[in-house]
């Protein structure tokens, strides 16, 4: 007579465990989504950091005065200086910008001290490769974001003087520092 209410506790404890499953795999679910979303997010803040490094590659003509960059970087004496951010040139099209210096895509684009000036091959002392940096930041939602440095040159006159309007050459690239 003591079997009357086993089949119920059985049950109860079958519900109980199928409810603990069940509420396990839902947040499975849920993470694996976020997730998903944040890489998304990633990969915008990427497309942004490159379109701006398109973008400064596009705006010619260059200088290679140290005075026309200045405001954006820290400290042009040093090798590989880094950009202030909120002083930078905007990124186009880029849909994600806050008012916050530390939320806007922006690029920053200086003439490579460190790799100068260098001859081209061929062209006798005619022409030179003028160098140049330019660090891209692409920001997305969820803190997504993507800094991206780029090297380029430009072919110019044997003393880099004045501006420079041919098109750019891209170099090197990398990524570093993203979230």
Do not use: K
Not at 83 to 108: V, W
Not at 109 to 118: W, Y
Not at 122 to 137: K, M, N, P, T
Request: glycine share 10%.
């Amino acid at each position: 007579m003591n079997e009357r209410g086993a089949a119920l506790v059985v049950a109860l404890l079958l519900l109980l465990v199928l409810t603990v499953m069940a509420a396990s795999g839902m947040t499975a679910a849920l993470l694996e989504v976020q997730m998903a979303g944040n890489e998304q997010y990633q990969e915008r803040a990427f497309q942004a950091a490159e379109a701006g490094i398109a973008q400064a590659e596009a705006a010619g003509p260059f200088t290679t005065d140290p005075a026309a960059s200045a405001a954006q970087w820290d400290d042009l004496s040093v090798p590989e200086p880094l950009p202030l951010r909120g002083h930078g040139t905007q990124i186009a099209g880029c849909p994600d910008q806050s008012a916050a210096a530390e939320g806007q895509c922006e690029y920053f684009l200086r003439f490579d001290s460190v790799a100068g000036i260098t001859p081209v091959p061929g062209s006798g002392a005619q022409l030179r490769a003028c160098h140049f940096v330019v660090e891209s930041i692409g920001v997305a939602p969820r803190g997504a974001i993507s800094q991206l440095t780029a090297s380029f040159y430009v072919v110019g006159p044997a003393d880099c003087s004045g501006t420079l309007a041919n098109p750019p050459v891209r170099t090197y690239w990398r990524q570093h520092g993203a979230n």
